[in-house]
């Protein structure tokens, strides 16, 4: 057997233990509801949620974009504390279980229905929906490219890109459509264990490679490259401007916010099933990465020199070239685990979407369930081939597109805290659409700017209208102090939401959260 | 529900609360800002300083606050009558 057939052996292994896990009679359930398909009715106890929630976080930037962050900027990437702690302590345990709090009490299947219920149902939903859809759909295309670039590598080639791209395709539609949020709930808990377990197996690997371990590591990285050993990085990337507002603007404040937070939020057994994970994921967020630069320093040091995407791919030119076949299969398979856990709860996610938010309020009201989690199974289908096809497409654009994602999200975050944490503020429905179309505007303007697209017969720059000062700080950021005195000052002078609604929704909040003393 | 009766949530209200957002906003400042006092090519054990500087943080950061946050969901049973 040639060295690729072992890769190939350890990736059918673990493809067949993904899709037993998510098509197993425990991704089973008797009722056939949009609330217990898209969502667990029931709700999930901690342990899979705990395992749910952390792998499903975790994108193809954990294998191996991490390792090429590390390995282009260095240190800069020890930024990665800030979003893995802030996200879980800050966002999941205070607006994450607040979530879980409106989603149980008033059975919220998408993250449009929490916003509708509070601010007026009508075009806002389907606007509401469709924007947080098209932010999605670069994520998750860029989700998938760094993986199959791994499994291409890791068999020499034998399995080609497109293929790669195919074969993830192909089981997060078979799992997905099969059993909704428990097939990805359930592949996302064996896939969170097996990113993991490769991840740390990769780091003590690459440690065998020296004489000396780690310090001779630090000493090789010292004489050829000292610059990616401190702040801003042999790229001049991370500025203190940068370090200021990309870890929390950035990625914190909306990676939890993302549809498919939403989706887990709902799916928790209780509010302190949330709290809990909240309390306690980031130890497993933050792990994940410690051993990323390990791998990152070890890349550069047998191969210096590469820039780009060959510095993203540095990872599989190492395992291809000095792992064992079948050490390299656990470790491909450790970054389909990573692209596949967020792919498969977008997908989901974003088909909740499309069926409730604008199939079942616009085209077909008052169909059955079963009809609408039908549709929903189509969705999965269309979005899976959307994704696979971009993927395809080599535009060299992953980077910008996961930033375009990011500065989108982070505009609906005062329509969601405007919901879930009652305040002494007003806040309106005009003043949050208002706030989310400019603060976009804003943040596209400080992402975009400067660029050219090549689009073969058409060639586009985008002017860049910033000053050099602002365009140093993160698009999101830039787009958030945008939005919010855009959203508060339009809310003093339109409509207020139905004040039975707010009361409502802030009794249920003030029950759990401000409960009187007994 | 009026105005002047709606609960502001955005203030921590007991004194673990308070703690809870203390060390948050203390920890996170040591990462963020803090960093930048240690920015020197030096290794700790093998390792960049900044990262361990910034990993050792985090890790100060989870314990503490899961400290604090484990007491605040007690506290918030006790009020329940749980």
Redesign the interface.
Known sequence: MESWHYTVIIVAIYAALILWVGTGRWTRVGRVAMDDYFKVAPGFGFIVLYLGIAGGFHTAFAIPGSMGFYYTHGVAFAANVLWTVFTPLGVIYFIGSRITCLGRKFNYITPTDLLVDYFGEGKFRAFSALFMLSCCIPLMTANVTGPARLLSSGTEGNIPYLGALLIMGVMVTIYVTSSGIRGVTWTTVAQAIWMFVAVWAAAFWCLTLFDGGMSTLFDAIQETEPELLTLPGPQGLATPQWWATFPVFGIALYWAILPRGFLFFYSARDVQTTRKIGLTVGFYLMALYVPSMVIGFTAFYFFPGLTGGDADNSFPLLLATYAPAWFAGLIVAGGLAAGMSSMDADTNANSAMLTKDVYASFIKKDASDRHYISVGRIFVVILVAITVWAAAYNWGLVVLMIGVTAAMITQILPAVIAVTVPMPLRFTKAGVTTGMIIGLAASMTALLGGQSFDFGALQVTVPNLLPESLARFDAAFIGLAVNVPITLIVSQFTEPPDPAAVARIHGALNDEFRPKRT | ?T?SE?????VP?TLWEKLYLGW?LF??FM??VG??AV???V?V????L??V???G???V??FG??FF??KI?AA?AA???E
């Open positions: 529900m105005e709606q609960q502001n949530h955005l209200r948050f920890c996170f990462v963020w960093t930048w920015n020197e090519p290794a054990l093998g390792m960049p900044v990262y500087w910034c990993s943080w985090g890790i950061w989870l606050c899961m946050g484990l969901e918030a009020a329940k009558g």
